[in-house]
């Protein structure tokens, strides 16, 4: 198993996009609650607050209110473990790593 497949196993923990849709409409969150939204998002994602605050860092959009991070996917049709983003997080763990070591 990569290190992109380990990490969303972990931390990408459910597809969100009806829970997101009806937080919206009921205007239990607004749109002031999401960081970077300038691209269309295709699938919202709950996740971890570790990797929410990782997506934030990289410029992905992100709803962070009720206590929850949702990820706001900007792809859609290939496993999220494939997407550049998780690589690049990935990546950044290798290099802080290797400073270490």
């Not at 607004?30 to 934030?56: A, M, P, R, T």
């Amino acid at each position: 198993m990569t290190a992109e497949e380990k990490l969303v196993n972990h931390h990408v923990l459910y597809a969100q996009n009806y829970v997101v849709e009806e937080l919206f409409k009921q205007e239990a969150i607004s749109f002031d609650s999401i960081h970077n939204f300038e691209k269309e998002v295709l699938e919202w994602w709950l996740v971890s607050d570790f990797l929410g605050e990782y997506l934030k860092e990289l410029g992905e959009t992100v709803i962070e209110d009720l206590d929850c991070f949702w990820w706001g996917r900007t792809c859609s049709g290939q496993c999220v473990y494939k997407d550049t983003v998780m690589r690049k997080i990935c990546e950044s763990f290798t290099k802080i790593l290797t400073d270490i070591i």
